[in-house]
Structure formats: structure tokens, C-alpha cells
Nanobody
Framework: HVQLVESGGGSVQAGGSLRLSCTASGYIVSGYCMAWFRQAPGKEREGVASIYGGDGSTYYADSVEGRFTISQDNAKNTVYLQLNSLKVEDTAMYYC?????????????????????WGQGTQVTVS
């Protein structure tokens, strides 16, 4: 049974930073795609970053490139999203997601379709 539990959201001023964590159980992250999505009220869900557990390759949406960093700690079965230089428009519910993966580019392409397993979400508010 796959479970994803996020933490680390909160409220921060523009220009500030946060680190989101996603701890997985029921499988090993090294064989999966892991990703972070976000959804703001009234807007479509957006895939912001992905990482392939097989080789650690990462991809980012243009809207967060250079400001957000996705990483993983296989020993802790945990994926992180470091959010720097936050903007008001980054305000959203952030979701961790997982899917069996095959390559970094496959994980990134999957951002447009959706992933199989989801966490409950953690709110990020930038003012």
C-alpha cells in the first residue's frame, strides 16, 4: 500500500524560502518517478518538478526553474522540494506524487498526464 505524506508548508513573505518534504511508504523511491504538483484556487493543477529515482535526473517547469530544487534521500525514502525566491503567484496547495518510472524524461512527460499516487497536500502561502 503506497502512502505519501507531505510536510513543510506554511506562510512566508515574498522572497523567502520553504522546504517541503514527502515521505513515502509501501515502495522504494529509487525505482519511481517522484514529482511535486501545485494547484491554486481557480487554476489548473501544474506539475512543477520531477525526479527519477533511478538516476536522480530532474526536470522543472519554466515557472519555477532556477528557484525550486527537487531532491531525494533514498535512505529516508523521502523527496524534498526547496522553494527559494518565492513569489505571491507561488501560493498554492502543493502535492507530492509518485509513479513507476523509466527515465527522467519519462517522469517529466508524465507531469502533463498525472501520477498514480498522491499525498494529501501542504499549503504554501506567499504574501
Amino acid at each position: 500500500h503506497v502512502q505519501l505524506v507531505e510536510s513543510g508548508g506554511g506562510s512566508v513573505q515574498a522572497g523567502g524560502s520553504l522546504r517541503l518534504s514527502c515521505t513515502a511508504s509501501g515502495y522504494i523511491v529509487s525505482g519511481y518517478c517522484m514529482a511535486w504538483f501545485r494547484q491554486a484556487p481557480g487554476k489548473e493543477r501544474e506539475g512543477v518538478a520531477s525526479i527519477y529515482g533511478g538516476d536522480g535526473s530532474t526536470y522543472y517547469a519554466d515557472s519555477v526553474e532556477g528557484r525550486f530544487t527537487i531532491s531525494q534521500d533514498n535512505a529516508k525514502n523521502t523527496v524534498y522540494l526547496q522553494l527559494n525566491s518565492l513569489k505571491v503567484e507561488d501560493t498554492a496547495m502543493y502535492y507530492c506524487a509518485a509513479n513507476i518510472g523509466y527515465s527522467g524524461s519519462w517522469c517529466y512527460a508524465r507531469l502533463r498526464i498525472g501520477y498514480k499516487y498522491w499525498g494529501q497536500g501542504t499549503q504554501v502561502t506567499v504574501s
